[in-house]
């Protein structure tokens, strides 16, 4: 995480140079990884639009949520949305910024799910969440925002997603599916 730190500057290069449109196998959003329903339908959140738009980011609607998606280097890309809905705790409003990494069948794996643990605590921003469906399963990271934040701090957190899903992904898959 560190080293991502680091490269912030000329990784949000290649990431600003490299937005653009991503063909995605699903129709539709994964659920967000905090365990809150899917999004109906909901408004976007014009602060998200707006930081979005100042950062040169190009997104799409999904269901209310942000959906971007970026070219990496080596020909890899990565599918990341951002929640329009925001959660409370007292006076802290925040969101989710997430992106999948993985989608198997069945029940996550033994191995898999130790993998994730340790590399959640290796994490300074965000963790490795599991969305276990009826027969599959996503394999998720999330990363919580301040819902007030700048540009400039919300295309740091998508940053740390897009990177970490992506390189999650590569190392259990060597595709690049998300």
């Given amino acids: 995480m560190a080293e991502t730190a680091r490269c912030s500057c000329s990784i949000t290069a290649a990431l600003l ?7 995605f196998a699903q129709s539709q ?6 365990g809150q329903p899917a999004a109906a339908e909901t408004a976007p959140d014009a602060r998200v639009e707006a ?22 280097p080596n020909g890899r890309s ?5 929640a ?6 007292d006076e802290l409003e925040i969101r989710d910024v997430w992106s999948v990494a993985y989608r198997g069948k069945g029940a996550l794996p033994y191995e898999m799910s130790l993998r994730l643990l340790m590399e959640n605590a290796r994490m300074i921003l ?6 276990q469906g009826a027969d599959e399963y996503l394999v998720v990271f999330s990363a ?5 934040a700048n540009a400039a701090t919300l295309q740091e957190v998508i940053e740390v997603v897009t990177l970490s899903a992506d390189r999650i992904e590569k190392e259990l898959t060597s595709k690049d599916e998300f």
């Avoid at 919580?144 to 007030?148: D, E, K, W």
């Fill in 144 to 148: 919580p925002v301040v819902a007030t």
């Fill in 126 to 131: 965000g963790a490795w969440h599991v969305n």
């Fill in 84 to 89: 329009s809905s925001t959660a409370t705790l």
């Fill in 78 to 82: 990565q599918l990341v949305w951002v």
């Fill in 29 to 34: 959003s994964p659920p967000p990884p905090t």
């Fill in 17 to 23: 140079l490299g937005c653009g449109g991503v063909a």
């Fill in 51 to 72: 930081n979005l738009k100042a950062a040169s980011l190009a997104y799409t609607l999904d269901g209310g949520d942000f959906r971007l998606n970026f070219d990496l």
